[in-house]
């Protein structure tokens, strides 16, 4: 673990763990127990004193009942994170140019958490490889009529249903209806990060 040089950590990252240890009324050597996280590297990181790695900040986010995401935003007094233009959301279509998913989930998330928004053509057909191992697929139909084929089964998703199924294993969206259809799609990766204490 580094120590930091003078304006290297951000401000709001000791602060953020203290309030929310203490929010938890937790002692720092309760946080410790709880996170694994040395003690005198927390009361560091609380002063601002040192660099945590992603790892240690994971942990503590654990401890603390929170995200990455919480822990480690520096709050300028805006409720508002991120806003991000049409241009700039990347969007992928696929292989018969019928359908397309664009990418509007948060890139720092991306590793546990990725959604979509999914657009299909009539007959417009969307093939996807095995996802990561554990990955469950959430598909919320909000136009229209999809079929879902998951290692040869399928299943009709209609407009104000939601299908889940096993991301994991080659699957298949098909738009079988004659308007187009709209849904948003959700992939839960299974969280994988090996802790050593």
């Not at 399928?154 to 299908?163: A, D, H």
Request: glycine share 8%; hydrophobic share 35%.
């Amino acid at each position: 673990m580094a120590r930091r040089k003078d304006g290297e950590s951000p401000p709001a990252l000791g602060q953020t763990i203290q309030r929310l240890r203490k929010a938890y009324n937790m002692s720092l050597g309760d946080l410790s127990e709880h996170s694994g996280v040395a003690k005198s590297i927390i009361s560091q990181i609380e002063r601002n004193e040192t660099n945590p790695t992603i790892g240690t900040v994971w942990r503590l986010s654990k401890a603390l009942d929170s995200s990455i995401d919480e822990v480690l935003k520096n709050d300028d007094g805006s409720d508002f994170l991120d806003h991000h233009q049409g241009s700039s959301i990347p969007v992928l279509t696929s292989q018969d140019g019928k359908c397309t998913l664009a990418i509007i989930g948060a890139l720092s998330v991306v590793d546990w958490l990725q959604w979509y928004d999914f657009n299909a053509e009539p007959g417009g057909e969307l093939v996807s490889e095995p996802h990561q191992v554990g990955c469950i697929e959430h598909l919320s139909v909000l136009a229209g009529k999809l079929e879902v084929t998951v290692n040869g089964e399928s299943r009709i998703v209609e407009m104000g249903e939601t299908l889940r199924y096993r991301g994991d294993q080659p699957h298949k969206i098909v738009n079988v209806g004659d308007v187009p259809a709209h849904a948003t799609m959700v992939d839960v990766l299974k969280l994988t990060l090996v802790e050593s204490k």
